[in-house]
């Protein structure tokens, strides 16, 4: 995960030391070379259509008793699966600090995946049980339940309620996040801490044709709202023939269901599938683009939408939650998660550039948003709660998410352990 790439340089510009524990991927870190700083990958499997990699417990036992001989100052978890489980043991273990960044839309998660469900609960209830050293052999001895659909979401919502609840800190990058945090844990102590990005390096736009561009970019997937993209295009293109889609990312990896109506939409329906593009490459897609679709609703903040604010598009948007960088009415329209609601809003937002004022105000305040959350401002936070932590003193939490919250601060006692999912675009 870009994010957590971008936290590491700054951690370690600060002068403290990164351990890094991460499933199997490929590509190298920017930072391998770093003299403070460390990395154990653990053996993964890929979970086709999610863009993850998971983590199914070899070298577990190695591993948990080489961190607990060394502990670190203060452990950050990101996200929910088994190398998070890892980082509680070592957590309750040494008592040392949790922090953990919720970056995780449950409902869509249970949904989409829940096949994995059966496996995170019954490993995190092994968890709770506070066995003496409970080892991953004694764990897969576990007896699982069956896959139930229905019931993923009951279960992934207890064992999240829990985890959450034993965390010293819980970071999320927005308030839409927060909010859900508190929802399904509400003794959590919550800190928003927006993830920072940076504007790409400009590129010149790559080529397009005489109509107007629609763009996403990110991962191609059935929460990321693909399909309700598609078909409202497809009600765009009645009325503006020449308009076009450009979708960016990883489409060939997709479901097959998903992936044969991209391939109808590319050949008959004016939608561009250039594939999976370099991170160093996207700005001149960005800067092709006349504004950027978002259909999702499961997002937790989407730095796509920075990156292209910092690009200075204007947004067409169904989740109504996600404010960093969206001004209804000035760099957005929203729409209701419908095909012709979204639709709508594609052609008022076509409509509206052609007003030379409007298109010049939205795409100042794309900028001058984007430039409130950059890498810098949200490493320089993460760093102080880390050394607040690791000194014993009180980490002040985010108030106004819910009555009373904001009047609770708690004492607690840097970063040198991260536990994180792997790098994925979107």
Request: proline share 8%.
């Amino acid at each position: 995960m870009y994010a957590v790439q971008f936290l590491e340089e700054q951690v370690l510009a600060a002068g403290h030391k990164v351990l890094l524990v991460a499933p199997e991927a490929k590509g190298p870190n920017p930072h391998a070379g770093n003299p403070n700083r460390r990395e154990i990958r653990l053996p993964s499997v890929p979970i086709p259509g999610a863009g993850i990699r998971l983590s199914m417990g070899q070298d577990f036992d190695y591993r948990l008793a080489q961190m607990v001989a060394n502990p670190p100052d203060v452990i950050h978890i990101h996200g929910l699966g088994s190398i998070g489980l890892l980082g509680m043991w070592v957590a309750e273990r040494t008592n040392r600090p949790m922090v953990i960044t919720w970056h995780t839309d449950l409902e869509a998660y249970a949904d989409h995946y829940w096949h994995l469900v059966p496996l995170l609960n019954a490993a995190y209830k092994v968890y709770k049980l506070h066995m003496d050293k409970p080892s991953w052999a004694q764990i897969k001895k576990t007896r699982f339940k069956r896959p139930r659909r229905g019931g993923a979401q009951v279960d992934l919502l207890e064992l999240s309620a829990n985890m959450l609840t034993d965390a010293d800190l819980v970071t999320t990058p927005s308030d839409k996040t927060a909010k859900r945090v508190l929802e399904i844990a509400p003794n959590a102590k919550v800190r928003v801490v927006p993830n920072g990005t940076d504007a790409l390096p400009e590129l010149p736009p790559i080529s397009k044709h005489r109509g107007p561009r629609l763009l996403y970019v990110g991962r191609i997937s059935l929460e990321k709202g693909i399909g309700l993209m598609l078909d409202a295009f497809e009600l765009v293109r009645d009325q503006i023939p020449n308009a076009e889609l450009m979708i960016v990312g990883d489409w060939k990896s997709t479901p097959p269901k998903l992936r044969r109506k991209l391939q109808r939409a590319s050949r008959f329906g004016g939608v561009k599938l250039p594939g999976q593009v370099p991170r160093e490459k996207l700005g001149a897609y960005y800067a092709s683009g006349d504004a950027f679709v978002f259909a999702s609703l499961t997002d937790t903040q989407a730095l796509v939408l920075h990156e292209a604010a910092h690009a200075g598009l204007p947004f067409v948007m169904v989740d109504h939650e996600l404010r960093l960088v969206i001004d209804p009415g000035v760099n957005a329209v929203l729409a209701r998660p419908n095909a012709v609601s979204l639709a709508g809003a594609m052609i008022g937002m076509i409509n509206a550039l052609e007003d030379p004022e409007f298109a010049a105000r939205a795409r100042a305040r794309s900028q001058e948003m984007a430039a409130q959350w950059t890498i810098a401002n949200q490493s320089e936070e993460f760093v102080r709660i880390y050394e607040q932590l690791a000194a014993g003193e009180k980490v002040p939490l985010t108030e106004g998410l819910c009555p009373d919250y904001g009047r609770k601060i708690f004492p607690n006692r840097t970063v040198t352990a991260s536990f994180d999912p792997p790098p994925s675009q979107g």
